[in-house]
């Protein structure tokens, strides 16, 4: 496509931003036979060059270990440079790493504040897991009604996992008001996902019938 021949002719001429996006083309095969060996080349050059995004899926390249060579020491080091100049993905999954001791000495607390970012930029996998952190008080001081919060921003952005683990603290009233029907809603939002869970049934058996209906007739007018 011209599309390609035009990232080709800017890739060739040193452009970093054109190599990245060339590499995408070909990670993908839009534009052009698909080839993860041709994008991890680019991806190298472009992240030489100093591109942000190519370094954070060169580093994913090296976790990976199939077109470049596994290493997760640089992957680490990779997606910290993506992460500190504010690549909201590299904050999330460097935050992971940190968790994890992945390539990295583990470093729960500043582990803990990489999710954290990503999820106060929006990133609705990393609200969840900031949630998590929270309730658990992993990394960070724990805070049931932050936790709840969170919760609730990820159930709001219509995740799953958020929708049922919400729904289990509104069900209990831990670090939030007791509230059967918003529970109820939540579970059925969430078993429209095909998430079902049998403590949050046994917690909800108590709900009155009137309550139950009303609440499944919300979730099924949810936006």
Known sequence: TSASSWYALAAKNGDPIATFELGMMYQTGRGVPKSREKAAQLFKQAADMGNISAKYNLGLLHIEGRYVEPDTTRAAELIREAAEAGLVEAQYDYG?????????????????????????????????????????????????????????????????????????????????????????????????????????????????????QRAEERARYWP
């Open 96 to 212: 992971g790493m940190l968790m994890e001791g992945a390539g990295v000495p583990p470093n729960a607390e500043l582990g803990a504040e990489q999710i954290g970012l990503a999820a106060k930029e929006g990133l609705v996998a990393a609200q969840v897991d900031y949630a998590t952190l929270l309730y658990l008080g992993q990394g960070v001081p724990r805070n049931l009604p932050e936790a709840v919060s969170w919760y609730a921003k990820a159930a709001n952005a219509g995740n799953a996992v958020a929708q049922n683990r919400y729904a289990k603290l509104l069900a209990v009233g831990e670090g939030v008001d007791p509230d059967l029907e918003q529970a109820a809603m939540w579970r059925a939002l969430a078993r429209r996902q095909g998430l079902t869970d049998p403590v949050l049934d046994k917690l909800l058996v108590s709900i009155h019938p009137e309550e139950l």
